[in-house]
């Protein structure tokens, strides 16, 4: 391997393992590009996904290809996009319960807690992305994106009596001071 080559190794190892998510986008070159939260086991990230109450992993296929952008930690702006061989693990190989036990380590807020792991098993898809070529160049133009759809609304407006209230307040305020 070329000098070039390990550095781009290695920063896609440190650069993935120190952020939180990465964007992920399936084998189709027009699906939706996901942000994904994910952790790094054994020179891989690792993702769990497709059940009820976990993240979608939309075009992720077993023996296809992915294309990850990881974000500087420091700066927020994309630091190293890099292809993927995406695997589907077996429930309950051994790279399995490898990535599932920091998978499990990781994950915020699950509606199960120690039951997690079992309902994985059963109806949802951990995906190891192994990674490939690597990329440090900035892309010519703007990567924006159409959101994708979603059930998520705004806030409502707020109610009528809501300014009047505030208002009051700052008026007594006032009068005692």
């Given at each position: 391997m070329t000098a070039d080559a390990l550095f781009d190794r290695a920063l896609v190892e440190e650069a993935t393992k120190k952020s939180g998510l990465i964007w992920v986008r399936g084998a189709a070159p027009e699906g939706p590009v996901r942000a994904l939260w994910h952790v790094w086991v054994d020179g891989a990230a690792h993702l769990v996904g497709d059940g009820p109450g976990e993240q979608p992993l939309p075009g992720l296929v077993d023996g296809a290809g992915a294309e990850?952008?990881?974000?500087?930690?420091?700066?927020?702006?994309?630091?190293?996009?890099?292809?993927?061989a995406v695997t589907e693990l077996a429930p309950?190989?051994?790279?399995?319960?490898?990535?599932?036990?920091?998978?499990?380590?990781?994950?915020?807020?699950?509606?199960?807690?120690?039951?997690?792991?079992?309902?994985?098993?059963?109806?949802?898809?951990?995906?190891?992305?192994?990674?490939?070529?690597?990329?440090?160049?900035?892309?010519?133009?703007?990567?924006a994106a159409v959101p994708l759809p979603t059930d998520a609304t705004t806030r409502r407006p707020a109610p009528a009596a809501l300014p009047r209230l505030l208002l009051?307040?700052?008026?007594?305020?006032?009068?005692?001071g």
């Open positions: 990850v952008t990881v974000r500087s930690k420091d700066k927020g702006g994309r630091l190293i996009a890099w292809t993927a309950r190989s051994e790279a399995w319960e490898a990535a599932v036990a920091e998978l499990k380590s990781k994950r915020l807020n699950a509606p199960d807690g120690e039951q997690m792991v079992e309902r994985w098993a059963a109806e949802c898809r951990v995906l190891r992305l192994t990674p490939g070529a690597a990329s440090t160049d900035l892309p010519d133009g703007s990567l009051g307040r700052k008026k007594k305020q006032k009068k005692r």
